[in-house]
């Protein structure tokens, strides 16, 4: 006779086994559309390469950088002195390419953005206000410079733009502080533009001490190409709402 324990583990794994195959499947399909098919026409073609992402992506941390839209302050010729400023009208109607790329994403785990009103204002419009996975604003993820339009509106004001986000700032503020990450000025500030490479130190080694492996980041120009290419003499520069994905082993 069978005991209880048995059941209990052979439950456990029938229950692994369900969960593994449907998300093969899921996988499979998101390499059928990518190949213009529809996900129920799917190959074995499709299904080995879902097998071999699975394999990848269980020893690979994949986050995926994303510029915030067009802001107000982008458009030509540029003024810097905007404080903390919106989307401009081109920059919402950027959403939807970033829409279409982030549907042949396997997998999204984990969202952070930076705390900045046109960041906050892209993440809504990307993710429709509803978040499929826990959503974390993080102040190391601001941008680099201290012109009045990369300094930050304080989370009072931020709650009174984003009511949906109530919760999420409170986090925020239990977690970071509500002034420190505003001190751009003091050079002994982690978030002086002098200490940009501890920063960014920091903050990736956070990202990749955490358990989730497919993570979305929403950012700014300067503070992307730092985080990707430090002082290397790189002339790429992130467009307004292009996404790059970078894969770190584990």
């Known amino acids: ?14 229950d692994y086994c369900q969960q593994t195959t449907k998300e093969l499947l899921e996988l499979a399909q998101t390499f059928a559309r990518k190949s213009r098919r529809p996900p129920t026409k799917l190959t074995c073609d499709d299904l080995i390469n879902a097998l071999e992402f699975e394999l990848i992506m269980t020893t690979k941390k994949c986050i995926y950088y994303m510029r915030h839209f067009e802001a107000l302050h ?16 081109n920059g919402r109607t950027q959403a939807f390419a970033a829409i279409e790329a982030i549907k042949n994403m396997p997998s999204i785990d984990l969202i ?20 499929s996975a826990p959503f974390i604003i993080h ?12 300094i930050g509106s304080s989370v009072d004001q931020l709650k009174i733009k984003f009511p949906s986000l109530s919760n999420e700032l409170d986090m925020f503020t239990q977690t970071f502080g509500d002034t ?11 978030y002086s533009p002098t200490r940009i490479k501890e920063r960014v130190k920091r903050l990736l080694d956070w990202l990749l001490n955490r358990a989730e492996k497919h993570i979305f980041i929403i950012s700014h120009g300067l503070m992307l190409k730092e985080f990707l290419y430090g002082d290397k003499d790189h002339k790429y520069s992130f467009k307004n709402g292009e996404i790059r994905t970078v ?3 584990c």
């Open 1 to 14: 006779m069978t005991n209880t324990r048995e059941v209990t583990d052979m439950k456990s794994i029938n």
């Open 112 to 131: 952070v953005c930076s705390p900045f009103t046109r960041t906050l204002e892209t993440s809504l419009l990307v993710f429709k206000n509803q978040y």
């Open 139 to 150: 102040p190391d993820l601001q941008e680099v410079c201290t012109e009045p339009c990369d």
């Open 180 to 190: 420190e990450w505003l001190d751009k000025m003091n050079p002994d500030n982690i």
């Open 74 to 89: 982008n458009i030509p010729p540029c003024n810097f002195r905007i404080p903390d400023p919106e989307l401009s009208p």
């Open 247 to 249: 894969e770190y082993a």
